[in-house]
């Protein structure tokens, strides 16, 4: 009864909890959505008995302004992931390849097998960057769609605009590329491509963006994506209807109203980001954690989990998310008592 390709089909691993323990194994802010923002989600929810906005046009158009960008080029979702699995079923068959770097966002494969595409991984350079030479020598006939994730998760590295527009010299305009900025509101980096700028250079191009990192909405799922008004009305057909809830939309408008001061939040995890990074001695990144790759993961995970910290281990490295001050002078103490 079941499509036996799916046997195959690698699980999503979320980040472990536990209740008596500091949680840096998800990229979740520490502190709480913004009063306006949580008064708006109980107003909302008091309407519950009544379906959501289907086209979340307030939102569109908050959105669309936010961006300087027009409604018919905004598309929102279930989180972003829900928008990336949404642009691999309207530009991907089975007889097609998905490329995107590795290690990166662990539900490239998984959407792409959904469709029973074929997975094109490119291994990330040593310093952690994406291999846009590689991975634009992967491009073949068969290919329909390029993941680019900028800041990539988990290594933290960045994409300058030179690089970008060197690499999409040789895309196709038939291959759409999707730049996923999910912590874009982290990255400080002065050259960084960004999607704004580049779906105006590249009608193939389309942005990702989400209200789960920065923005402190993780628990009500809310993405967007931006780009070309054709993309933009396929992927809102693959949409599953009323997906977006009516608290979800609520706390989105609110937060996109008040992202001045949400966004000022982002400076202290910047700050404390680069401040424990010098202090276990790894790279910088330009996200909401720090990446230590080629490392014993399961063991230093093992280790930190004894003093009361959980951190994500990965095959290639762990990866720990930094929010606060106060968490981030806990982790370094645990770091420093499971003598790493």
Known sequence: ???????????????????????????????????????????????????????????????????SLTIDQVAVGCGSSALCQQLVQVTTTSDDEVIFPWRSFEAYPIFTKVVGATAVPIPLTETGHHDLAAMAAAITDRTSL????????????????????????????RVVVALDEAYFEYNRAADT???????????NVIGLRTFSKAYGLAGVRVGYAF??????????????PFALSSVAQAGAIASLNSATELLARTEETVLQRDRVADAIGTSHSQANFIWLPGVDSTEIARRLAEQGVLVRAF?????????????????????????L
């Open 146 to 173: 390029i993941f680019v994730c900028n800041p990539n998760n988990p290594s933290g590295m960045t994409i300058t605009r030179d690089e970008f527009a060197a690499f999409m010299t040789q895309v196709p305009e």
């Open 227 to 240: 780009g070309a008004p054709e993309l933009i009305t396929a992927i809102n057909k693959v949409a599953i």
């Open 315 to 339: 095959p290639e490295g762990v990866r720990i998310t930094i929010t606060t001050t106060e968490q981030a002078d806990e982790l370094l103490a645990a770091w420093d008592k499971a003598g």
């Open 193 to 203: 491509a960004v999607a704004t700028e580049e779906i105006a250079r590249h009608p």
């Open 1 to 67: 009864m079941i499509r036996p390709d799916l046997a195959d089909l690698p699980a999503y691993i979320p980040g472990t909890n536990r209740p008596d323990a500091l949680k840096l194994s998800s990229n979740e802010v520490a502190t709480a959505p913004l009063d306006t923002a949580v008064a708006a989600m109980s107003a909302a929810a008091s309407g519950a008995n009544r379906y959501p906005d289907m086209g979340a046009s307030v939102l569109r158009e908050t959105l669309a302004e936010h961006l």
